[in-house]
């Protein structure tokens, strides 16, 4: 909103000057000096670069020896790995974790006011700049309604700090297919998502989510998880096909994406059939839905490390589900991985307490099997072509938008590097330097 209104008077002042000969001079010229460069597209990194940055956006990436010119700001980050800013392409800013102890997941709901969620919300996205994520795919609000496209204004206009958010709003699932369950039948709940049955509230929900400002609309094709008698992992489906398929064609007429939560088994399925954009979690994947996966050019957001911590203990009917989660899901990722996926990274972050690393996904993924580049180009520039972001974000690269980010040592040799973050750029401004200490 800022911007865009600064670039509106900057036009009329330009005409103006222009009415009277003169010309505006142009945003000044920072350099970065990178000792080493990762950025986001090579397979390899790039040793001693120039980058040339002027207002939000990379003018130009340079050789060490090139010329800089005369009284130009040089930031030297020649001791450190320069990448750009990070990815989370799974999030929810407005949940407050889902520890048993403090309540789970009903307390984000019943305990806390809108004022707090927002307020909780606001540390949320700064924690996020703060560890060098400069864009979140926030997958919708659990029940604060549309709060995640008013902290993107918030964030736009420059009120508060925070990452570029692309939001889901409330998401959709069916009824019996979300929290707050549990409660006496006669009480009337509220639910975390907008819950639909039949094509045409299906199709009502999309619309009015994207009226109200979605980016993408996510839905829930599998809810609860349980381990059957023969110890594999069924998940309850939601939606239909025919259910999905109005929300698919919806959205891509409003030329929008949608998001699937699934985990397995027929809901799964339904999610693949019905046209899904991105599989979410994707516990348990066929070999026949991988190669429909490459086919449909989907992307795979698995959501690793919500999925190996906390487990409750092995003789409860939780603990074994839980690892029989875990257990598929390491296959399935492999699998992944072996028939080249789209796969980009997401954490679940909301679910996963804000104050942990967001950056504890690329150890798991690493661990799996994963490439470290690999895994920081699940974080950048596939997900920012996941997000129609290509060349804008997600890279170093000439006409990107300045978002980058530095650490001490060398994320490929160890990519637990990415968990200290001492430097972030975003949008062309230094919100975080330590390198400089
Ligand atoms: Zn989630």
């Known amino acids: 909103m800022r911007r865009s209104l600064a670039c509106f008077t900057l036009a009329l002042t330009l005409c103006s000057a222009g009415a009277r000969g003169q010309s505006m001079p142009p945003a000044p010229l920072t350099v970065i000096r990178a000792g080493t460069l990762i950025d986001g597209v090579s397979d390899a990194p790039r040793k001693n670069q120039l980058i040339f940055v002027r207002g939000e956006r990379i003018e130009r990436v340079a050789d060490g020896a090139a010329a800089i010119p005369a009284g130009t700001k040089v930031i030297d980050l020649s001791n450190a790995t320069v990448l750009p800013g990070l990815i989370d392409a ?16 009903d307390a984000n709901i019943l305990k806390a006011g809108i004022a707090l969620r927002a307020a909780r919300a606001t540390y949320a996205v700064r924690r996020a700049l703060e560890q060098g994520f400069v864009a979140l795919r926030d997958l919708e609000t659990e029940g604060a309604g549309y709060g995640d496209i008013e902290i993107k204004q918030a964030i736009e206009e420059g009120t508060i700090p925070g990452p570029r958010i692309f939001g889901a709003t409330r998401a959709i699932s069916t009824t019996g297919g979300y929290n707050l369950e549990g409660y006496a039948p006669e009480l009337e709940m509220p639910k975390g998502a907008q819950l639909v049955d039949g094509s045409v509230e299906a199709r ?63 809901g799964m399925q339904r999610a693949l059939d019905g046209g899904c954009d991105s599989i979410e979690h994707g516990l348990e994947i066929t070999d026949a839905q991988i190669a429909q996966m490459q086919r449909q050019g989907t992307w795979y957001c698995p959501t690793l490390s919500a999925y190996y911590g906390d487990w409750a203990l092995p003789d409860t009917p939780e603990g074994k589900r839980d690892r029989a989660r875990a257990a598929v899901h390491e296959i399935t990722f492999k699998k992944a991985l072996q028939a080249h996926l789209k796969i980009v990274f997401g954490t679940d972050m909301g679910g996963i307490p804000w104050t942990e690393p967001i950056a504890q996904e690329f150890g798991q993924m690493v661990k799996l099997g994963m490439a470290p580049m690999d895994a920081i180009q699940s974080a950048t520039s596939r997900a920012a072509e996941m997000l129609e ?48 200490k």
């Not at 109200?212 to 809810?223: E, R, S």
């Not at 006409?399 to 040799?413: C, R, W």
């Open 204 to 266: 009502k929900a999309a619309r009015q989510q994207l009226e109200h400002g979605a980016d993408w609309i996510k839905v829930y094709m599998t809810h609860r998880s349980w381990v059957d008698k023969q110890g594999k992992l069924v998940s309850q489906p939601t939606l239909t096909v025919e259910e999905l398929k109005a929300i698919v064609d919806e959205t891509h007429g409003w030329q929008k994406k949608v998001a699937c939560h699934a985990y397995n088994g027929i």
């Open 90 to 105: 799974h999030t929810h800013i407005f949940l407050w974790g889902e520890d048993p102890a403090k309540g789970g997941y």
């Open 389 to 436: 972001m290509k060349g804008e974000i997600g890279v170093i690269g000439t006409g990107a938008y300045a978002e980058m980010i530095a650490v001490a040592g060398d994320p490929l040799k160890d990519v637990g590097e990415l968990e200290h973050v001492r430097f972030v750029m975003h949008n062309g401004a230094i919100f975080k330097n330590e390198m400089a």
